[in-house]
């Protein structure tokens, strides 16, 4: 009996204290070319183990221990470089892409090291405003779901534009439509489910974070290659599946059921699949017969990525992605049930969207690299909503139906001519289908009317050249020109873009970018249609030109310890050509609105500055410890057609912001407890007052617009939790989390309208209180 028990214990005991391995692999690259570099050296130095590159530039560590790890690389002309907290779970392969930078030259004195800090951009021509998200790291923010817009709320800047059910947001106090999607190189549609047309974000992200790979978030003064944006940029990349091993995730939460697999195409071949689905959670509970609520909401989307190499004709990648959305609001036909106004109008509304890519890069000798892409894009946004009369029959209220099909095209050519001087040129061309239509009225009592009934094509073409040299391996300089031309109505823009950069000495560097950016308007804006007094129509939009604007920065970043850095940035935007009305008494601009088509007649006058600064104290994650405190003091304003300058619905001064987590990591048992916090302090939004005695006499809201945006919700408060437990076991990881989203339940103001059923003004509130409980299991 002793025996038994002590062989049961041992057993126990060999459990508990199982040495749990897996293999970090990668490859290391040119940051320019992105070619191999073979003959590379990856040591890990608290394990004395070192490893040098293939003739490939991939290297391999076998059966190492679960945990994180700093890599140390090195290889001859190129800035040493170093990656800290590369985490090696259990249940999948670290397979990574490590880029270096060319030495300029020798420097005997001094050792030249690039610490590769998880924020520096992966593109290396992006000089300021512009910093990587490392998927790893933003997996772990409070309240982000693996959403890429809700993770870089806690960016410097960066506030959520609207509802905190949605995700668009506003850089800088500019409009969320300013915002460029990029994903492998082309330009891509919104890719959120629940967006409304002419928008950039939406519901929840269609994008899956088991694809994405580290990516760039440039938030000013962009780099010449991107083109018809205005606030910021979000330049996606796409993480490589397993070519060697085949490998599953299959997650369980409150966004879905979802499942992703990865692995080789074939034996001994070095291409790869990935591939992730989601459906939703609500709508298999509908389903079960389980209502949420007094509508249906669902959605389901598709991710892939198949990377194709080739010995002789280069590396072909197909991608792309897919979402299917809808929401349908019941009204009962009951007026006992009617409180306000709003329940007396049902409602069905459809987002859907899709992209498919293919690339294909190739090598033209030693120093010269070729990128080409072709894409298709679909986009589908439609709204119907109805009203139910006294007598409970229906009669439409609003209608609309957009659908818009794209081909892109793209090549880009990088040639290094030496180590001081590098060039970057590309060309982008987009073919664009449209066929849109809406039923609106202006008013309330007004009859429904058609407004906008388009079909056919245009083309929008872009090219650009830039070219960065390096003085010295510290001191860098990028300039550029950027070309747009929209065929519709032959509006063009030229544009040139430059910054520098100094690393000053080891702890300090600064940097200046100017760039002048230019957008077209959302292309259902250009069909608004009108009928004159002799029942012709007329389309007073047709002409409109590009909003176009100034930016200038100024950047100053100073290490103040090892992995603690202090980074200060000042910017000035103007904008100018901004479509506003053309009635002087109306104050409406474009740099106010979230989304939706304008329908009413435009003209490019208006003006808009932004300017502020921006603080952040960043600790990159060491000592299983991270934080980021953001400080942003700035104006937003803008002038209409009567030439008064006022704040913008987006001015809301300040936003401070801390983010930050710990993880306590039991070795023996293999497991890690995650506690994460987000909170952010914000001045509010601002809206246009409810002029009472004209809306009280007209039984609905009538805004003052003389006094447009003077009236400021109070601040925004917002704290977000958190926790999380992994387990690992052998080639097998298992993640629980909880977030708690809103975690003291404050009810924040959205807005405020004026009610004819109760005769009372309703506040408008953001969402309380969400727990959100997700599963994830890694094999």
């Known amino acids: 009996m002793k025996a038994a028990f002590g062989i049961i214990l041992s057993v126990f005991a060999s459990i508990t204290q199982a040495q749990y391995t897996q293999q970090l692999r990668g490859i290391v690259v040119d940051i320019v070319l992105q070619k191999p570099l073979p003959g590379a050296t990856v040591s890990i130095k608290s394990l004395d183990r070192s490893v040098i590159a293939n003739e490939e530039g991939v290297f391999r560590f076998r059966d190492l221990p679960i945990g994180q790890y700093k890599l140390s690389i090195s290889y001859i002309g190129f800035k040493d470089a170093q990656i800290e907290n590369v985490v090696i779970n259990a249940g999948k392969e670290t397979v990574l892409t490590i880029p270096l930078e060319a030495l300029v030259r020798k420097e005997n004195e001094i050792i030249v090291t690039a610490t590769s800090k998880r924020n520096m951009p992966l593109n290396d021509m992006s000089a300021v405003s512009a910093r990587s998200l490392a998927v790893e790291e933003t997996q772990k923010y409070a309240a982000a779901a693996n959403d890429p817009l809700r993770m870089v709320v806690s960016f410097p800047g960066v506030m959520i534009a609207g509802d905190d059910l949605n995700n668009d947001i506003v850089i800088r106090g500019n409009s969320p439509t300013g915002l460029l999607w990029r994903m492998e190189g082309i330009d891509i549609p919104n890719p959120n489910h629940f967006s409304n047309a002419g928008g950039s974000g939406g519901g929840i992200s269609a994008l899956s974070s088991e694809l994405l790979s580290n990516s760039d978030f440039i938030t000013s003064a962009f780099a010449a290659e991107y083109g018809n944006a205005l606030s910021g940029v979000f330049d996606l990349k796409l993480r490589k599946g397993n070519n060697e091993h085949r490998e599953i995730t299959l997650q369980a939460g409150m966004l879905g059921l979802s499942a992703a697999a990865e692995g080789p195409i074939a034996p001994s071949y070095k291409g790869s699949y990935l591939i992730s689905y989601r459906y939703s959670t609500l709508e298999l509970m509908n389903k079960l ?235 259902g804006v250009y069909f608004a249609q009108q009928q004159n007094a002799g029942g012709s129509l007329a389309y007073p939009n047709k002409g409109l030109g590009f909003t176009s604007s100034h930016h200038f920065v100024l950047s100053h970043t100073y290490l103040l310890a090892k992995n603690l850095r202090l980074k200060t940035e000042v910017y000035y935007q ?196 969400i727990p959100v409980v997700n599963y994830k299991i890694e094999f």
């Open 289 to 523: 017969g389980i209502k949420i609520g007094n509508g249906l909401t669902n959605f389901q989307d598709l991710n892939y990525n198949i990377y194709l190499p080739t010995r002789k004709f280069g590396n072909f990648t197909l991608f792309g992605f897919g979402g299917l959305s809808s929401q349908k609001i019941n009204a009962e036909r009951d007026s006992s049930r009617w409180q306000t106004k709003v329940d007396r109008y049902p409602s069905n509304f459809i987002s859907n969207i899709a992209m498919n890519g293919i690339t294909h890069t190739i090598s033209i000798g030693s120093n010269t690299t070729l990128t080409s892409a072709a894409g298709f894009s679909s986009a589908r946004n439609g709204f119907v909503e109805q009203y139910i009369r006294d007598d409970y029959s229906l009669t439409d209220a609003y209608r609309d139906n957009y659908r818009t099909k794209k081909w892109i095209f793209t090549s880009t050519l990088n040639h290094r001519f030496n180590n001081h001087h590098a060039l970057r040129a590309g060309l982008i061309i987009n073919l664009i289908h449209f066929n849109y239509y809406r039923f609106s009225r202006e008013e309330q009592d007004q009859p429904i009317r058609e407004v906008i009934n388009a079909t056919g094509n245009t083309h929008t073409l872009q090219g650009f050249a830039q070219w960065q040299y390096k003085v010295s391996n510290d001191f860098t300089v990028n300039t550029g020109l950027h070309y747009l031309y929209l065929t519709y109505n032959h509006s063009s823009s030229v544009e040139p873009r430059a910054s520098v950069k100094w690393n000053t000495s080891r702890r300090t560097s600064i940097a200046f970018g100017y760039g002048l950016h230019s957008q077209l308007q959302g292309l």
């Open 574 to 769: 103007y904008l100018f050509n901004v479509p506003v009305s053309t009635s002087d008494t109306n104050t409406f601009s474009t740099l106010n609105i979230i989304d939706d088509y304008v329908v009413i007649p435009l003209v490019n006058r208006g003006k808009g500055k932004n300017y502020g600064f921006e603080v952040s104290l960043e600790k990159h994650l060491s000592n299983n410890l991270y934080f980021l405190l953001s400080n942003s003091i700035y104006q937003s304003k803008y002038t209409a057609a009567d030439e008064v300058e006022r704040n913008t619905r987006f001015n809301g001064n300040y936003i401070i912001n801390l983010t930050g987590g710990k993880e306590f990591v039991n070795e023996k048992k293999a497991r890690t407890f995650g506690i994460n916090i987000k909170t952010v302090y914000a001045g509010g939004y601002r809206n246009i007052p409810v002029d009472i005695e004209k809306s009280r006499l007209a039984g609905y809201t009538i805004l003052n617009q003389k006094d447009a945006y003077s009236l400021q919700n109070p601040a925004y408060f917002r704290t977000d939790l958190r926790l999380s437990m992994k387990w690992n076991r052998t080639h097998l990881t298992s993640i629980l989390s909880l977030d708690i989203q809103n975690l003291t339940n404050r009810l924040n103001i959205f807005s405020q309208s004026y009610d004819l059923n109760s005769g009372q003004f309703i506040n408008a509130y953001q969402s309380g209180i």
